[in-house]
């Protein structure tokens, strides 16, 4: 008899212990854990970022995903850092001095289906402050990365417990890449070393800062014209969004590893701010119900071209080819998302030529020099032409009214 009642505790205790693992944690969960002072920064290669590798591993396990990596849910990859700034990172077999070992998490959904869409965010960041950081203070700080891309986790993990029962025309592959903040390295290792038939992949979600949405629903969503079936697809869909398109399949994140694959791409963007790549990028300055909301937009593109087949994949101008060289800046952070006439400025840095210049946020530069500003291409021309110690005049909107001032360079 106590036999009897040892099995059936026992039954009990296993039944309870399923029924509490909790799988439908809330994106601030996940932002809040992988944006921890303990991940110290996340930085590739530290026990930070394995750390945080284990949480998302934990994760993809506690929702149902497959193991898709070298190693379980893993996919390891080693690499001198480079010294010269034109040089290519060396991927190596051989654990050496100096190497640095990154890892990429993959879990996957098998629907029996022909393609496989991949889903990714960029898990790693900067750590105390390493190449890249916009820091300026003398002690060091841990980058926590919120937006920076903890929020791109964070709605990818929301979009496996929308898709695990959901859109069987599609295999889902989900990974948290490692290496991007060092040059897009755990992408680039994928799909020189795919753990799939790549050539099966359909197309490629990039998430990298979504998680600051502002409050006129301005976001950015680059590659569509890496398909095209895009456009109208993101138009159908949209009923909350101002979008700002970008053709081009090229960019600074994990996206364009798979452009470069002839993997068509979309890459979602919510913008640029002051605390991009600081201390001061946490997870209280996020607005998550924006998340959310483009968690659920990109559900819905995903829905919408559930039964579409294989897309087709177009190649784009490489907008990044144009852009001018220069040798100075305002110290502004630009509105990258602003899509009226001039540049507007979304932030200031101490002790630069804005700030004595005395521009602010908010402003709209529409004139620099002799050169009319329009948008963020002609405002970086208009930025080539000057050299350290030149002086000229800088024009901006402030509030409807145009205001004059003395730059210096």
């Known amino acids: 008899m106590k036999s009897i009642y040892l099995l059936f505790f026992l039954a009990v205790f296993v039944s309870c212990k399923k029924e509490n693992q909790k799988t439908d944690i809330s994106i601030k969960e996940d932002v809040t854990v992988l944006s921890a002072d303990s991940y110290e920064g996340r930085e590739t290669g530290t026990k930070g970022e394995q750390e945080a590798a284990n949480y998302i591993s934990k994760r993809f396990k506690e929702m149902g995903l497959q193991p898709k990596g070298t190693d379980g849910f893993y996919q390891t990859f080693s690499f001198k850092p480079k010294t010269d700034p034109h040089s290519e990172v060396s991927f190596t077999t051989m654990k050496e001095d100096g190497t640095i070992t990154g890892t990429n998490v993959l879990g996957y959904i098998d629907n029996k289906a022909e393609n496989t869409i991949i889903i990714g965010a960029h898990y790693d960041h900067l750590g105390f402050g390493s190449e890249g950081s916009l820091y300026r203070g003398e002690e060091k700080a841990i980058h926590n990365g919120a937006d920076d891309n903890a929020s791109g986790v964070a709605v990818m993990l929301n979009l496996v417990n929308k898709l695990k029962d959901a859109n069987k025309g599609n295999n889902y592959l989900f990974m948290a890449f490692s290496g991007e903040e060092m040059g897009l390295l755990g992408s680039n290792y994928f799909v020189k070393n795919p753990t799939f038939d790549i ?24 590659g569509v014209g890496t398909s095209p079936r895009f456009k109208q697809t993101l138009t159908a869909n949209n009923n909350k969004f101002n979008l700002i398109e970008k053709e081009s399949g090229v960019g600074p994140s994990d996206h364009t590893s798979f452009y ?34 483009i968690s659920n937009y990109i559900f819905d593109i995903i829905s919408d071209l559930d039964k579409a087949g294989k897309l087709a994949f177009r190649k784009t101008k490489n907008e990044s080819e144009e852009v001018p060289r220069f040798k100075v800046g305002l110290g502004v952070i630009p509105d990258y998302l602003f899509d009226g006439k001039g540049m507007r400025i979304d ?38 032409v000057f050299e350290e110690g030149d002086q000229t005049k800088v024009i901006v909107n402030r509030n409807g009214k145009e205001i004059e001032a003395d730059l210096k360079f």
């Open 199 to 222: 050539t099966k992949a359909n197309y490629m979600i990039n998430m990298d800062m979504v998680g600051r949405l502002k409050a006129d629903s301005t976001l950015a969503v680059y």
């Open 260 to 293: 470069l694959n002839d993997i068509p791409v979309l890459h979602f963007f919510t913008g640029q701010h002051e605390d991009y790549h600081k201390p001061t990028d946490d997870f209280d300055k996020l607005n998550f119900e924006g998340m959310e909301s």
């Open 347 to 384: 932030g200031v840095s101490e002790d630069k030529p804005a700030q004595k210049a005395g521009l602010q946020k908010g402003d709209i530069v529409v004139k620099l020099g002799d050169s009319t500003i329009v948008d963020m291409m002609s405002y970086m021309r208009a930025l080539s």
